[in-house]
């Protein structure tokens, strides 16, 4: 069956520690992005890419990092410089045309200890 | 910019009653909206889109939802609700001039017997 995995489902991050979320995808699609979610506030974009190699920062880039060496995979690092992490994190992938539906992975929950 | 406005944060319907969930968007051209789907600690699903032609789309699960531009709106509605129909509900509209969409706050729906 094609479609998004996320690993872990959670994840505890100690103070100074960056850590990295994993996201794979199967459909074949180019467009891949990354989302924060906080409760009453919706999906803010944090990276996206729409091709290999290339990604443009969101609205909340600050504090994260990613990279997109293979079409299927876009993983995203949460680093010490983002100070508020807890959140539950969504990737999606599209066709990456524009306007296209996305698809979303399971998510992961990121704790701080 | 574009911005999507759901005002209601939480919405209560009894078993079989109608729902509609309300949606507001600001946006210069003709948008393409969206409505997605999220039961607890998961990802999104597409109920449905409008990209262009029938203000009168069809989704899954029951789902409609209708564009109306002189309100600005893409009101989600369904005549009868099961009580599997509990989630939160958002609404997005894509930048037609990019690959980004901008979502809601969601709609938290929640289903009495």
């Known amino acids: 069956d094609g479609g998004i995995t996320q690993s872990p489902k959670y994840l505890f991050r100690k103070e100074g520690q960056n850590v990295t979320l994993s996201c794979e995808q199967n459909l074949n699609h180019d467009a891949m992005y990354w989302y924060r979610q906080d409760p009453g506030q919706g999906l803010r974009l944090i990276y996206y890419s729409q091709i290999v190699n290339d990604f443009q920062k969101g609205d909340i880039a600050e504090g994260y990092s990613v990279s997109r060496e293979k079409k299927e995979s876009f993983p995203l690092t949460v680093t010490s410089a983002q100070k508020n992490p807890t959140a539950f994190y969504l990737c999606a992938s599209s066709m990456g045309q524009l306007a296209e539906t996305q698809y979303f992975g399971p998510g992961t929950r990121l704790l701080v200890l | 910019a574009q911005s999507v406005t759901q005002p209601d944060i939480h919405i209560t319907v009894s078993e079989g009653a109608s729902l509609e969930l309300r949606c507001n968007y600001s946006y210069g051209a003709t948008p393409y909206l969206f409505w997605y789907v999220q039961s607890p600690g998961q990802g999104l699903q597409l109920l449905l889109k409008?990209?262009?032609?029938?203000?009168l789309v069809q989704g899954i699960k029951g789902f409609e939802a209708e564009f109306k531009r002189s309100q600005s709106s893409f009101n989600l509605r369904k005549p009868s609700v099961h009580w599997s129909d509990a989630a939160e509900y958002f609404c997005a509209v894509a930048d037609t001039g990019g690959f980004k969409t901008i979502f809601g706050a969601g709609t938290r729906l929640f289903v009495k017997a």
């Open positions: 409008y990209f262009s032609g029938d203000t």
